[in-house]
């Protein structure tokens, strides 16, 4: 791999994984449809409501009845919520009526109970109602035929609800990708046990785990760590081909010793090389068993911004998700940029639409990450800015 800008990188990574990644549709239970992505339109079976109901609890009744007030009227009957038709109103008579029972035909309004006043077998009404006052009418809300949701949706719990409201099971949305995580460095501690001397915790397989998942993605395995070993990583790459669409790696692509992935990529026809970027200057590919396998570096910054730039648009484009939000602001105070360099800062936007920049640019800062909500994107041939000056910046 030559010595790479971050777009050629980008367009090297973008060849590698379109071709390879799915894009087919599927249908899943709505049970199992939560964050997935509609792959159509999907119309609305049935009207909504499915039949014309009360809003309230109080009295059904003929609104031309109310002409002159209070007004007493027989009680003949009680409608609840449940399955059935009531018999038609006749005129100057009233039902009791539940929030959600079918009015009955020949009723066109419903009093709320707290405007009653209600003796033995009849109600005293105070306060007139218009024909239609507290009455849904049936497709009010959505007419058969009328689309309920788009394509290219990420259902949320409200979109799950407005499918089952119009007795749907099951939704056709696009395939995942299918992602498996691998961790590497004999120094990375699993979370659960104390980290000992010279061990750090492996924070890379649970970041990029959420940041693939919250691409779109599906990850069916984590595999952390597997140790500065070439046997073992191949033997933890066969395992992993059998289970995805795209292998992410952390760590082991510098230029130093006990670099596992770079020697395993070199051998098997990956190319491992620098970008001009900071943080995420290593970068490697490669492909295994037909399945194209994105190398970062281990820091736990560098390897969360490099899926930010390199992957999480490929990955969200695959789902049908929109790109992350790009825009210009106005930096809060002076800066200072590596020469040569193409920097992602981290930052934070101010409520005055500022930005201000949190931490230094170091990739082990994993505090001033979290702090952030943006990375400022800042181009290569960029020294020095001053406050005020405009940046692009990438939301996180």
Known sequence: MAHRSVEEHAAHVRALLTPALPTGVETVHLADALGRVTAGAIPSPVDLPLFRNSQMDGFAVVAADLATLPATLPVVGEVAAQPGTPPPLVAGTTVRIMTGAVVPEGAD?????????????????????????????RGSDLHAGDPLLPAGLRLASRHLAALAAAGIIEVEVRTRVRVVVISTGAELAPLGREAGPGEIYDSNSTALTAAATACGASVTYAIHPAHDEVSQLRETLLFAVSNADLILTSGGISMGNYEVVREFLLANGGEVGHIAMQPGGPQATGVFNGVPVISFPGNPVSTQISFEVFVAPILREAAGLPAARRELRTLASDLRSAPGKRQFLRGRALPDGRVEVVGGPSSHLVAGLAASDLLIDIPEDTIELKEGDPVETIDL
Do not use: Q
């Not at 109970?113 to 009418?137: F, N, Q």
């Open 109 to 137: 309004a419903v009093v709320p109970v707290e405007d009653t006043t209600a003796a033995g077998d009849s109600v005293t009404i105070l306060r007139g109602r218009i024909s239609g006052e507290y009455v849904r009418d």
